[in-house]
């Protein structure tokens, strides 16, 4: 995930990799996607595309995934020069897309979600103990920031985030968005997708939001970023 710096005056430069006509199309066509979705819940807030899918997963996908995520996890990190102590605490590990489960828990994703899983990042497998935490921040890319160097030719600025919850929480770990005042607590196999980007394609600073501390018990989760450029095919090779 992308930290979240102010971003200089210089960032509403056009930016062939930031392209709010690309990305803004993107947004339209995952919306008449999920909102045709009978299972695809719309979450009823002001400012943000948020939406819900409850049991997406089963408890089986959900365990193997837990397993795969406790077999490779290590401290996860943030974009060099956008550490701050304290501000995300969990393990995390990027999954397999070659592994025949993962191939075929993304392709599920996409069937609901619509944007080509090549858009996708490495699928990201997250856990946090009692206490550990991830302090509020926006998904998408501050082009002002130097790991846009990077990121801006390999994929482009993010545009969705799709996040499933794993296991229930006990108490704490909620995913919670402060600017639209609502909180997702995690339950096994529910689904949240959100669009970082406004509907005109420019970046929607209101999808600000936080992994809140676990109290009791483990939280895993799984997330996928999704690109405005075919995030595989630059990156391959």
């Known amino acids: 995930m992308a930290s979240q710096p102010q971003d200089a005056p210089a960032e509403r430069k056009f930016d062939p990799n930031n392209d709010p006509a690309k990305l803004a199309k993107i947004g339209a066509e995952v919306t008449r996607r999920l909102e045709a979705n009978p299972l695809v819940h719309k979450v009823d807030v002001p400012d943000l595309q948020l939406y819900v899918f409850i ?5 089986r996908d959900c365990q193997l995934l837990i397993d795969k995520i406790d077999a490779h ?3 996860s990190t943030l ?3 956008t550490q701050q102590p304290g501000f995300r605490t969990s393990s995390s590990c990027h999954l397999n897309r070659w592994d025949p489960d993962i191939t075929r828990i993304e392709a599920k994703m996409t069937e609901v979600i619509g944007i080509d899983n090549n858009y996708a990042e490495t699928m990201q497998g ?3 103990h009692v206490g550990q935490e991830f302090k509020a921040h926006h998904d998408f890319f501050h082009t002002s920031q130097d790991y846009w160097k990077q990121e801006g030719p390999t994929g482009g600025q993010r545009s969705w985030t799709a996040m499933i919850f794993l296991n229930d929480v006990p108490s704490g770990g909620a995913t919670e968005f402060p600017h639209v005042k609502i909180g ?3 339950q096994a196999g529910t689904m949240l997708i959100w669009n970082n980007m406004n509907p005109d394609g420019t970046m929607n600073y209101k999808s600000l ?6 109290l009791a018990g483990v939280k895993h989760i799984i997330t996928k970023w999704y ?3 075919n995030w595989l ?5």
Request: net charge positive.
């Open 227 to 229: 690109r405005q450029n």
């Open 184 to 186: 997702v607590r995690p």
């Open 209 to 214: 939001h936080s992994g809140t501390p676990v």
């Open 126 to 128: 997250q856990r946090y």
């Open 233 to 237: 095919a630059l990156n391959s090779g």
């Open 55 to 59: 049991d997406f997963l089963g408890k």
């Open 79 to 81: 974009y060099k020069g």
């Open 73 to 75: 996890a290590v401290p």
